[in-house]
């Protein structure tokens, strides 16, 4: 009878990975991924645009104690349809929150203001801490309401 061959020595890259208890056995032991602290699957899933702007718009309407009537016919938008934009259904077109900020006589850029405003504050309730990075919005002249002062406690 022949005898079987000897088996070849782990490589060094095998005998790192391998628990050592396993190393001498030479059993078979699947290797698991290290959990991550920033993994995505802990992470609260980010809100969706449609869903901010909903919000907004909404808010914007209930402040000018406006019906979604009033605010769907000025903008030449069905009722349903607007109704389903501040419920975060509807995808609206550029096009369309433009018609819509019209009918509020909201600017382009409160619309956009609020929703960041909205998006920090939820990053602010969120229930884990996060780091926040600072990091350049724009250039800052002094003068005008795009200056940012961003504090974090």
Do not use: F, W
Not at 9 to 36: F, K, N, S
Not at 126 to 135: H, T
Not at 139 to 146: A, D, E, N, Y
């Amino acid at each position: 009878m022949t005898e079987p061959a000897p088996m070849s020595e782990p490589t060094r890259d095998d005998a790192e990975t391998r628990p050592a208890a396993d190393r001498a056995t030479g059993d078979v032991v699947p290797l698991r991924r290290p959990a991550r602290r920033d993994d995505r699957q802990q992470r609260e899933p980010e809100p969706l645009l449609r869903d901010v702007l909903g919000r907004v718009i909404r808010r914007a309407r209930q402040q000018q104690r406006r019906t979604l009537a009033d605010v769907a016919e000025v903008a030449g938008v069905s009722i349903p349809y607007l109704s389903e934009i501040e419920r975060g259904r509807k995808e609206p077109s550029s096009e369309m929150l433009g018609a819509v900020c019209r009918a509020l006589d909201l600017d382009l850029v409160d619309l956009l203001s609020n929703s960041y405003i909205e998006l920090i504050g939820q990053r602010v309730e969120a229930p884990r801490p996060r780091v926040l990075r600072g990091r350049s919005i724009g250039r800052s002249t002094g003068h005008g309401p795009s200056d940012v002062l961003a504090l974090a406690a």
